[in-house]
T-cell receptor
Framework: DTGVSQDPRHKITKRGQNVTFRCDPI?????LYWYRQTLGQGPEFLTY????????KSRLLSDRFSAERPKGSFSTLEIQRTEQGDSAMYLC?????????????FGSGTQLSVL | AQRVTQPEKLLSVFKGAPVELKCNYS??????LFWYVQYSRQRLQLLLR??SRESIKGFTADLNKGETSFHLKKPFAQEEDSAMYYC??????????FGTGTSLTVIP
């Protein structure tokens, strides 16, 4: 499968623990996005990268969240001191470039449960 | 601020009946409009986009700038159309905003 892959598929953690998710985009894709989705809601934008540069972070994203894409390939999303409200599906998506109308390719997501 | 509104959370139609999923947006510039679909146990994927003026799986969507709408339509619904549908807009920086989704059920 040469699509966007995310690891792990599921993560259960206790409140206060740190968690890290990984996303591997389609290899030639320059853009990488992180979204969060809770039950009954659409994907909510968190942040995105153009190659290794993080271009924007959502104002809704607290300082406990950090994302990196060190070599412009895979990306990690870390949540420090997790809270129960962080429980959600975390989606990664990539696109070939930043052209208007460029389509997103999504991964299967990481389902986070904070106990 | 950018916003996408999908007023129907749930929509049920009979097989062979026409279907319309509503989407309204607010955006200060000229966004691009998309419909994404998620079938059961599959990942979210693009259905169609306004820029391509395409028809995919019998679905079409017309951009009405006056009403700021991008409704998705299909003249004859099929059982395999049952899925979750998300309307989305993107700005010139290609940042995407999604609606809350409409769950479509096609009744045999």
């Amino acid at each position: 499968d040469t699509g966007v892959s995310q690891d792990p598929r599921h993560k259960i953690t206790k409140r206060g623990q740190n968690v890290t998710f990984r996303c591997d985009p389609i290899s030639e894709h320059n853009r990488l996005y992180w979204y969060r989705q809770t039950l009954g809601q659409g994907p909510e934008f968190l942040t995105y990268f153009q190659n290794e540069a993080q271009l924007e972070k959502s104002r809704l994203l607290s300082d406990r969240f950090s994302a990196e894409r060190p070599k412009g390939s895979f990306s990690t999303l870390e949540i420090q001191r997790t809270e129960q409200g962080d429980s959600a599906m975390y989606l990664c998506a990539s696109s070939l470039n930043a052209a208007v109308g460029e389509k997103l390719f999504f991964g299967s997501g990481t389902q986070l449960s904070v106990l | 601020a950018q916003r996408v509104t999908q007023p129907e959370k749930l929509l049920s139609v009979f097989k062979g009946a026409p279907v319309e999923l509503k989407c309204n947006y607010s955006y200060s510039g000229s966004p691009e409009l998309f419909w994404y679909v998620q079938y059961s146990r599959q990942r979210l994927q693009l259905l169609l986009r306004h820029i391509s003026r395409e028809s995919i799986k019998g679905f079409t969507a017309d951009l009405n700038k006056g009403e700021t709408s991008f409704h998705l339509k299909k003249p004859f619904a099929q059982e395999e159309d049952s899925a979750m549908y998300y309307c989305a807009i993107s700005n010139t920086g290609n940042q995407f905003y999604f609606g809350t989704g409409t769950s479509l059920t096609v009744i045999p």
